[in-house]
């Protein structure tokens, strides 16, 4: 299997180079040269397989250049870190279901590809004899997957960027009071988007992306999709029937979404996807009228969604305009000038018969966690709230809609407590970080200031 990019400019490489160069050298995402097609015996030979097997079986289909015992055993080390035995276990509630993503180090569905990613990049750099620089920007949970994924490890240095103040206080406790010499976060005096403005830009110098060796964590990395497409196939596997299902996806960056893309154009039976956003919704408005527009970041109760540009849209733009990467390199122009893309109305009609979508405000978010937990028991994290508030309102009463639950609902206490009248329990992983020792830079969205402090402490 090789590996191009969306803006056509690089020579295909294998999996291992794709993974080590995450945003591709000419600025464009990194896809698969082709999709591997499932017939129906393969999905139903694959529906109930264990998660770390299931996990071997996908990923073994992309990463060809690794041997299958070297696979095995990294897929195997990073999921062993999960402390429930199915990995991602499907619940039913309310008639929806519910894939619990968040049974990792760091309570966050991140953890299901940065556990696989930091183990990768280990076992990578130590067969290359070379060191990594990770360089990424976070809305709230890819931050500390990251730096759960990475920490200690040799030949690795991770270098966090987090809008200040503007994630939850347990999603910066579970970055900061991480004190190992090769952690370093910077809460940044901005947005997200700032953040992965800078982040791209540092990335697109492609001097001191050589000189300094930085790879990349956030969803721009192929392999963080990838790890991502897994959990479709089991969620499908572990319905009553395999039959076409609907997957709601709170989704801000769109990559959680393309993950469910991908696994659909593989063959699993997606009837749609419904892409759920609170009230930064550009994503929501593209799919429902083809309205791209870049507007300003609004700050809610759900974080990790608080964006407006997309950055995992570039590679469902690629198959959208038929894998044409003059256009995807027009078009991103457009926005960079403009700060828009315009789309035709087929296009906007293709874009319809894959997904749906669905904008939730915040009083639609806090009135969902408290209505679910009164009627169902259970108690929802704001994102997910999102989602499932998608799914009982666009698709009630369908028998087979998944909502993915992002997050453990005691990384957003604070909006919980606001909803149901009393913060959620914490389990043990979170109650162990209040009190403890933290450590973290606060600088300005500059550029040049984040540049020199990654070259002091690479």
């Not at 095995?72 to 039913?92: C, M, N, W």
């Not at 659909?264 to 997606?270: A, E, I, Q, T």
């Not at 018969?353 to 009164?374: G, H, P, Y």
Request: charged content about 20%.
């Amino acid at each position: 299997m090789k590996y191009i990019s969306t803006r056509g400019k690089i020579a295909p490489v294998g999996f291992k180079d794709a993974v080590m160069m995450g945003l591709a050298t000419d600025g464009g995402l990194i896809l698969p040269e082709s999709i591997p097609q499932l017939d129906r015996s393969t999905l139903a030979a694959w529906s109930k397989l264990p998660y770390r097997e299931l996990a071997f079986n996908v990923i073994s289909l992309f990463a060809t250049d690794i041997p299958a015992f070297d696979l095995k055993a990294l897929i195997d080390r990073s999921y062993g870190s999960f402390e429930h035995e199915e990995t991602t276990p499907l619940v039913q509630k309310d008639g929806v279901y519910i894939l619990e993503l968040f049974h990792g180090p760091t309570l966050a569905f991140k953890d299901v590809a940065l556990q696989l990613l930091g183990n990768l990049f280990e076992y990578l750099l130590k067969e290359r004899g070379e060191k990594m620089n990770i360089l990424g920007a976070t809305s709230g949970d890819t931050g500390s997957a990251a730096i759960a994924g990475v920490r200690g490890k040799e030949n690795i240095n991770i270098f966090i960027l987090h809008p200040h103040l503007k994630t939850s206080p347990i999603q910066a406790l579970q970055m900061t009071s991480v004190l190992d010499e090769n952690v370093h976060n910077v809460a940044v005096e901005g947005t997200f988007d700032d953040c992965q403005n800078i982040v791209k830009t540092l990335f697109n110098d492609l001097q001191f992306k050589k000189e300094y060796a930085l790879g990349a964590v956030n969803s721009i990395n192929w392999a963080r999709v990838l790890a991502q497409v897994v959990y479709y196939f089991y969620a499908w596997g572990r319905l009553p029937e395999q039959k076409e299902v609907i997957f709601s996806v709170p989704t801000g960056n769109f990559g959680d979404i393309f993950a469910g893309y991908l696994a659909k154009r593989m063959g699993l039976p997606v009837e749609k996807l419904l892409l759920a956003t609170n009230e930064n919704n550009i994503l929501a408005r593209f799919v429902q009228t083809g309205d791209y527009s870049l507007g300003k970041v609004v700050q809610t109760v759900s974080p990790s969604m608080d964006i407006q540009l997309a950055s995992n849209l570039e590679r469902y733009l690629y198959y959208l305009w038929d894998e044409n990467p003059e256009k995807v390199c027009s078009a991103f122009a457009e926005l960079q000038s403009t700060g828009r893309i315009a789309f035709t109305k087929e296009q906007v009609l293709r874009v319809q018969a894959e997904f749906m979508s669905c904008t939730v405000d915040e009083q639609k978010t806090l009135d969902t966690i408290a209505s679910f937990n009164r009627e169902t028991g259970y108690l929802l994290d704001p994102h997910t709230a999102v989602g499932v508030r998608g799914a009982l309102e666009c698709a009630p009463g369908h028998p087979r809609v998944v909502c993915l639950a992002t997050a453990h609902p005691a990384k957003f206490g604070d909006a919980v407590e606001r909803a149901v009248g009393s913060p959620p329990p914490l389990p043990p992983a979170l109650a162990a970080l209040v009190g403890k020792e933290t450590r973290c830079e606060l600088m300005a969205p500059d550029q040049e200031k984040i540049k020199a402090f990654v070259k002091a402490k690479a």
